[in-house]
Structures are given as structure tokens and as C-alpha cells.
Nanobody, 125 residues
Framework: VQLQASGGGLVQAGGSLRLSCAAS????????MGWFRQAPGKEREFVAA???????YYANSVKGRFTISRDNAENTVSLQMNSLKPEDTAIYYC????????????????????WGQGTLVTVSS
């Protein structure tokens, strides 16, 4: 499975961006898909995830501002980011997992099998 992310860029605080990620290859093996981010000098952290059935999960820091969505037919996952803050500045990575149980670690980096190349989001104050 290959993941190709796009949509990053520079935006002022309070603005919006939409990230997209397209999966190719053996996409039938994909279960959950998610977005993570990594700021300079920090560890990669969970942002949002969505199961194939549509159940969504969000980090507390983005809840109410970000929305994850998924098109299973097109094998894409998107992240709509509104009310962006300077602390949202990071490289954003899309990820996909073959299988994460219903009560499994969907927020954990280690639970994901495939990763995109990352797209930079910069929010200026």
C-alpha cells in the first residue's frame, strides 16, 4: 500500500486547510486510516483517525476544529482543518492500518502499517 498526502501550505492563524491522502496498491487490506503530525523537536503525535465503518477519533487538541473523512470507494482520507493555530504547525502524515481491534490502540503510531511522505502545514501568528 502506498499513501500520497497533499494539501499542506502556509496559512494565517484562524484560517483553514484541507489535507488529502490517496491510497494505492492493495487497498483492500486497509482498515483504519489516520493523520499524525510531528513538530520540530517533538515526537509524532496522533491527530485523528477513522475506521472503515466511519467511526472517528480525535486528539483533544483538535477536537471541534478538525474533521476527518474517508471515501472508501476512492481510497482517500481527508482532514479538514479550521481555526488553525500556530501550535498546529507540523509535518502531517497520513497512515493506514491493516487491522486495529475495536478497543485497540488506534491512537498509537505503532498500530499503523503504512505511512505517507508527510505534508508541511505552517500556521503563522
Amino acid at each position: 500500500v502506498q499513501l500520497q498526502a497533499s494539501g499542506g501550505g502556509l496559512v494565517q492563524a484562524g484560517g483553514s486547510l484541507r489535507l488529502s491522502c490517496a491510497a494505492s496498491g492493495r487497498t483492500s487490506s486497509i482498515g483504519a486510516m489516520g493523520w499524525f503530525r510531528q513538530a520540530p523537536g517533538k515526537e509524532r503525535e496522533f491527530v485523528a483517525a477513522i475506521r472503515s465503518g466511519g467511526t472517528t477519533y480525535y486528539a483533544n487538541s483538535v477536537k471541534g476544529r478538525f474533521t476527518i473523512s474517508r471515501d472508501n470507494a476512492e481510497n482517500t482520507v481527508s482532514l479538514q482543518m479550521n481555526s488553525l493555530k500556530p501550535e498546529d504547525t507540523a509535518i502531517y502524515y497520513c497512515a493506514a492500518a491493516r487491522y486495529i481491534p475495536a478497543r485497540g490502540p488506534i491512537l498509537d503510531v505503532a498500530a499503523y502499517d503504512y505511512w505517507g511522505q508527510g505534508t508541511l502545514v505552517t500556521v503563522s501568528s
